[in-house]
């Protein structure tokens, strides 16, 4: 990505993921802060440096005439724009694609939002939750006969993340074929749909709405989450064959409950997984759950902990493949974050640097990338456009 340049009007996490990608990887970064006061402390947050790493930031108003105008010379040099407002504001702002496209025709430009911009739905906004309710996989991960409860986070936001790092990618390819830049427009809820095709299919084809399972199953059984010994504790286990039903029973030393009729096929397992459910976390309750996990685990069974987040920074198979990385910032210090998960041997992802102070980079862009001289910078910045 080195000698990319992209222009990152995005904000929150969808559009700032996918740029963080391609800043690991050598792609040049200039994010568009807005005036906002400082004394907000949201570039020193830990959610903005996580997602904003290795990237330049300036302080531009683009209420501000002048403002729009340095959007443009700043096109002008670069290869990508991306942003994930509502449908309506860059257009306002005369910075939609067919206006960038005439200041400079090989620009690419993508656009995250909602419902994409197109559709009678184009102008509903809303975050990644938004999407994941309209997508029905907020309806789909709650327990029967309860209210839903959702995913918990905004999953919908990474999908959509990676598909426009990813469609960033093929367009840049595509260019270098044809000279020519392209619109690339997502809509985070087509993105997590795609995570939807067995339940999609079952309605399309067969009229069959799909129904929340909590964490059972209508295949399999045992096949859940299990309370296990201590606060908030808790292992998986998902048993999917007569071999590993076996091997479980195996690992329990054949208790007399587990020889009962009820379970003696999986059809019957499903049947009456309420009940064994029950006998499962009489057995895990009293044990670890690690323990739980690599015991089942060497026996060939799938068993995983639940884990918060304090487990996450101590996982063996994410700290051998050095999962977690640790950036130095100015005022935060030490900060532990996420690195990106593609290890390539040749050009592997560097990280640099921290997030961006509020307009750390304004002398940088302005002066050296567009050439603006010191005394039209002090009347840019006492006229508050930067």
């Not at 010379?73 to 702002?93: A, K």
């Not at 997590?192 to 059972?216: M, R």
């Not at 009456?272 to 069974?301: C, H, K, P």
């Not at 994410?318 to 900060?335: A, C, K, V």
Request: proline share 6%; charged share 20%; net charge negative.
């Amino acid at each position: 990505m080195n000698g990319i340049r992209i222009i990152d009007f995005s904000w929150v996490l969808a559009g700032p993921f996918a740029t963080r990608l391609l800043a690991d990887f050598g792609a040049q970064v200039i994010k568009i802060q807005p005036p906002m006061p400082e004394e907000t402390g949201v570039f020193n947050r830990g959610y903005y440096n996580n997602w904003n790493r290795n990237k330049l930031g300036i302080r531009l108003n683009l209420n501000k005439p002048e403002g729009i105008e340095l959007v443009k010379r700043l096109v002008q040099i670069s290869d990508v724009v991306i942003e994930n407002f509502s449908p309506r504001v860059m257009e306002n702002w005369g910075l939609d694609y067919p206006n960038l496209q005439k200041i400079n025709p090989r620009i690419i430009m993508v656009s995250l939002s909602l419902m994409g911009h197109s559709g009678p739905w184009k102008d509903y906004t809303g975050f990644g939750p938004s999407a994941q309710a309209f997508s029905g996989i907020t309806h789909l991960t709650t327990y029967p006969g309860k209210p839903p409860s959702g995913i918990g986070f905004s999953l919908s936001d990474h999908v959509a993340a990676l598909y426009a790092s990813l469609s960033i990618l093929g367009a840049l390819e595509y260019r270098r074929s044809t000279g020519q830049g392209q619109y690339i427009d997502i809509s985070l809820t087509e993105a997590i749909c795609t995570f939807l095709y067995d339940e999609i299919l079952s309605y399309t084809l067969n009229g069959v709405a799909p129904v929340p399972e909590g964490n059972s199953s209508s295949k399999y059984a045992p096949h859940g989450i299990y309370r296990c010994r201590g606060k908030d504790r808790w292992c998986a286990i998902a048993i999917t064959s007569e071999d590993e039903w076996q091997r479980f029973k195996q690992v329990l030393d054949y208790p007399a409950w587990a020889e009962d009729e009820s379970f003696a096929s999986m059809e019957r397992r499903v049947q009456n997984r309420l009940v064994l459910d029950e006998f499962i976390q009489r057995w895990t309750s009293n044990l670890d759950a690690e323990y739980v996990m690599s015991l089942l685990q060497s026996r060939g069974i799938p068993a995983g902990v639940v884990q918060n987040a304090a487990d996450l920074t101590d996982d063996p198979q994410l700290n051998s493949r050095d999962f977690f990385i640790r950036i130095e910032h100015p005022l935060l210090g030490e900060n532990l974050s996420d690195a990106c998960p593609l290890k390539f041997l040749v050009s592997p992802a560097k990280y640099l640097r921290s997030a961006p102070d509020i307009g750390q980079d304004n002398d940088y862009v302005f002066h050296e990338l567009l050439g603006i001289s010191g005394s039209e910078l002090n009347r840019l910045k006492e006229n508050n456009v930067i």
